[in-house]
């Protein structure tokens, strides 16, 4: 969510991915090398992604109503010490 946005709708680092479903030239194979190898100043994730998980963002870039994500659950920021 970082670098394309919360929603693929694009951000300071990356561009958006919501309509990538109906970019024909975008293969299953050409998202996972990209996944997989980076490219076009994305790094790789090769290292950081499971099969599955590969096959599940490709699932989300392909559906044309995107699931929305939950929203992150709320940071601790107290600064009381830990109990002892």
Same mark, same amino acid.
């Given at each position: 969510?970082?670098?394309?946005? @919360?929603?693929? *709708? ?6 958006? $991915?919501? =309509? %990538? ?6 293969? !299953? ?13 994305? @790094?790789?994730? *090769? ?6 998980? $590969?096959? =599940? %963002? ?6 044309? !109503? ?9 940071q601790?920021?107290?600064?009381s010490?830990?109990?002892?």
């Amino acid at each position: 969510t970082y670098c394309h946005g @919360p929603l693929g *709708q694009g951000a300071k680092k990356g561009p958006a $991915v919501t =309509d %990538l479903w109906k970019d024909k030239t975008w293969t !299953n194979e050409k998202i996972t090398n990209q996944i997989l190898n980076g490219g076009q100043k994305m @790094p790789p994730f *090769q290292d950081s992604v499971t099969d599955d998980e $590969v096959k =599940d %963002l490709i699932a989300w870039l392909r559906a044309k !109503n995107k699931p929305v994500p939950p929203p992150a659950p709320p940071q601790d920021t107290s600064t009381s010490a830990p109990p002892q």
